[in-house]
């Protein structure tokens, strides 16, 4: 009567190799179900959605040589672009503008057009990782941004 279940001793060199494949196979498919479990998202996590670049910004901006006070609000629509307006302290009047995002990016840097009574340009803005605060650089249209323009949380101190 021929055993149906061989003892270790009984084995061949096919037997060796056949349940050092099955071995391989059941690693591979234990890694396999692993990589498809979903990760628990960290708290800590950078990734935020586009909708939180939208609000209200309180900040400075370079104008006729001097650091004066800027309000920026800050809107998104459905595709992640960004509209807005601003205001900033011009000689004691107020001007104000709007704002238009340029090109299409999800980044936390953007390039927007600025446009108010002076004429048009570009802003270019670079949002810190929690996207409460942008460090940017504008200048009048067909010259490079380099003039100072800053946003951060209204209820935090403008420096």
Request: proline residues 5%; contains cysteine; positive net charge.
């Given at each position: 009567?021929?055993?149906?279940?061989?003892?270790?001793?009984?084995?061949?060199?096919?037997?060796?190799?056949?349940?050092?494949?099955?071995?391989?196979?059941?690693?591979?498919?234990?890694?396999?179900?692993?990589?498809?479990?979903?990760?628990?998202?960290?708290?800590?996590?950078?990734?935020?959605?586009?909708?939180s670049?939208?609000?209200?910004?309180?900040?400075?901006?370079?104008?006729?040589?001097?650091?004066?006070?800027v309000?920026?609000s800050?809107?998104?629509?459905?595709?992640?672009?960004?509209?807005?307006?601003?205001?900033?302290?011009?000689d004691?009047?107020?001007?104000?503008?709007?704002l238009?995002?340029?090109g299409?990016?999800?980044?936390?840097?953007?390039?927007?057009?600025?446009?108010?009574?002076?004429?048009?340009?570009?802003?270019?803005?670079?949002?810190?990782?929690?996207?409460?605060?942008?460090?940017?650089?504008?200048?009048?249209?067909?010259?490079?941004?380099?003039?100072?323009?800053?946003?951060?949380?209204?209820?935090?101190?403008?420096?």
């Open positions: 009567m021929t055993n149906k279940y061989p003892l270790p001793s009984e084995t061949s060199a096919s037997f060796t190799y056949k349940s050092k494949l099955r071995a391989l196979v059941r690693f591979a498919g234990i890694c396999l179900t692993v990589g498809m479990l979903p990760l628990p998202v960290s708290a800590h996590s950078t990734a935020k959605p586009v909708s670049l939208a609000g209200h910004y309180c900040g400075k901006l370079l104008s006729s040589g001097r650091l004066v006070d309000e920026t800050l809107q998104i629509d459905k595709q992640g672009h960004i509209s807005g307006t601003y205001r900033f302290d011009d004691g009047t107020t001007t104000t503008g709007s238009s995002e340029v299409t990016t999800t980044s936390r840097e953007r390039t927007l057009r600025w446009f108010d009574k002076y004429g048009m340009g570009l802003l270019t803005i670079r949002f810190d990782r929690s996207h409460h605060h942008f460090e940017g650089l504008w200048a009048p249209q067909d010259t490079t941004p380099n003039y100072t323009w800053s946003g951060g949380d209204c209820a935090a101190p403008i420096s």
